[in-house]
């Protein structure tokens, strides 16, 4: 877990949206921590020494994150640790044969693809993304890991909206680099 000053200077750097893309929602935008080369690096740093600590001895092979947002910090934090980068994207944006999962979103459901070569039978994986809400898309990225034959970790997300309770759907633990929000839009 990072210090208290870390985590307090990156949630520093968060802008806050209500009612955004709903009425209802407080939408949390981590963008504004990627203008900064030295909040970026710390957002970083601190997964890599949050893996450190909760893995000493087990080697991370894979970082799989989720299209889209988890793109922007998964691949550094894979490069930072010496693992590898897999996305897992929407149906129809990856080519050759690959796996698909079904999450279903507030309107409808959606698909997830992961190509079945990207990760060995038995590898070490972590999933990463923005942020845990109600949990679908990641229980869906955890069904394809689990296809793969492959071993999951933990998912990892920068911020959770505890309210939603999307933790307890997940088949492996979760970590949250930052708290998340307790409660929904007043």
Request: net charge negative.
């Amino acid at each position: 877990m990072p210090n208290s000053s870390v985590a307090q200077e990156l949630r520093s750097a968060l802008h806050q949206y209500p009612n955004f893309p709903s009425k209802g929602i407080l939408f949390e935008d981590f963008l504004p921590i990627f203008r900064s080369p030295q909040l970026f690096g710390k957002l970083v740093k601190a997964f890599k020494t949050h893996f450190e600590e909760k893995f000493a001895g087990v080697k991370i092979d894979y970082i799989v994150a989720l299209e889209a947002r988890g793109f922007l910090f998964g691949p550094a934090v894979a490069l930072e640790i010496g693992a590898g980068f897999v996305p897992v994207r929407k149906q129809g944006k990856l080519p050759g044969e690959c796996l698909h999962a079904t999450y279903v979103k507030e309107y409808g459901s959606d698909v997830f693809d992961i190509q079945v070569e990207s990760i060995p039978e038995g590898s070490n994986v972590v999933i990463m993304d923005d942020i845990i809400a109600t949990g679908g898309s990641a229980l869906a990225a955890g069904e394809l890991i689990e296809k793969l034959g492959a071993n999951l970790l933990e998912y990892a997300f920068f911020m959770e909206l505890d309210f939603l309770k999307g933790r307890e759907k997940l088949q492996a633990p979760v970590f949250t680099l930052l708290t998340g929000q307790e409660h929904g839009l007043q």
